[in-house]
């Protein structure tokens, strides 16, 4: 059968929030549209002439910029996007916004005047990006080198970001709230290196370093200058204690308790993600 329910359009749709919120809009039988560059139509952030095919025929929005709302100009241009959806016929947007960051928080003010619904998702460091970014391969490395000290972070498991959205973009009463989605527990970088150590039963250390430390690190392995610099500068603004509280958003709005940082290390450690490798695999 052919739903007739209205379509939403996932933004960053195979992303670590994105894919899981797809997940969960299919489950609940949401005809779901998959924004990314290489989808059908094509979605880019970059390139705006790809956002009206993406938006006709569609409801809802779950809206997550990238590289991140909290690097430079993503304002601008999710108020560009949000304005465009709306005179598409948008109906509600969520936003996904890193908490404590300020071109974030402009991101939302974007939104919150584009005219349409709109729910604010707000999320911390993402567990996720030790298995499915770039600190995989520095945890594989045994070494995990951030512009970070000993400041706490709630750190905030994806399925949880994408399970409050799917709510938001679901089920009424989510319309003008700002949902915070925390963790169950502070934990500082070493700590939660230290868990991981633990569960994959190998040798992997926590060691903090200077912004400019982290920058040449990063474009030893090729990454853009431009991106390292605006990644070192986002986590020197939020990594200053402005974080480390939690809330009780999940258990409010699922019923559930927010997966807790252990638990995420153990069931990812048995993937073997985190098991050292040799460089001839890694380019496999």
Not at 69 to 81: E, H, K, L, N
Not at 207 to 222: C, I, K
Request: glycine share 8%; proline share 5%.
């Amino acid at each position: 059968m052919t739903s007739t329910a209205p379509t939403t359009l996932v933004l960053a749709g195979t992303g670590k929030t994105g894919r899981r919120v797809v997940s969960g809009l299919v489950a609940r039988d949401v005809p779901v549209r998959v924004g990314s560059r290489r989808a059908e139509p094509p979605f880019d952030w970059h390139d705006d002439t790809t956002w009206e095919p993406a938006l006709r025929g569609v409801d809802a929005a779950y809206v997550a910029f990238y590289p991140d709302a909290a690097f430079p100009g993503a304002a601008r241009i999710v108020g560009s996007f949000a304005d465009l959806a709306v005179a598409c016929g948008i109906r509600h947007l969520v936003l996904l916004a890193d908490r404590g960051a300020a071109e974030a928080e402009r991101c939302e003010q974007a939104v919150r005047e584009s005219g349409a619904e709109w729910t604010v998702v707000r999320a911390g460091f993402i567990t996720q990006n030790f298995s499915e970014a770039f600190l995989a391969e520095l945890v594989r490395a045994g070494v995990v080198a951030l512009p970070v000290s000993d400041v706490a972070e709630p750190f905030t498991d994806a399925e949880d970001i994408a399970d409050v959205a799917v709510a938001a973009l679901t089920e009424n009463g989510h319309a003008g709230q700002i949902h915070e989605v925390t963790g169950p527990r502070l934990l500082t970088f070493a700590d939660a290196v230290g868990e991981i150590a633990r569960v994959a039963r190998r040798e992997v250390r926590y060691l903090p370093v200077t912004p400019g430390q982290f920058v040449s690190s990063l474009t030893g392995r090729g990454v853009s200058t431009e991106y390292a610099t605006q990644l070192a500068s986002l986590m020197v603004e939020v990594f200053d204690g402005r974080r480390a509280d939690v809330t009780d958003t999940v258990e409010r709005i699922l019923g559930r308790p927010p997966h807790d940082f252990a638990e995420y290390a153990r069931k990812t450690a048995a993937t073997g993600v985190w098991d050292a490798r040799t460089e001839s695999s890694d380019g496999a």
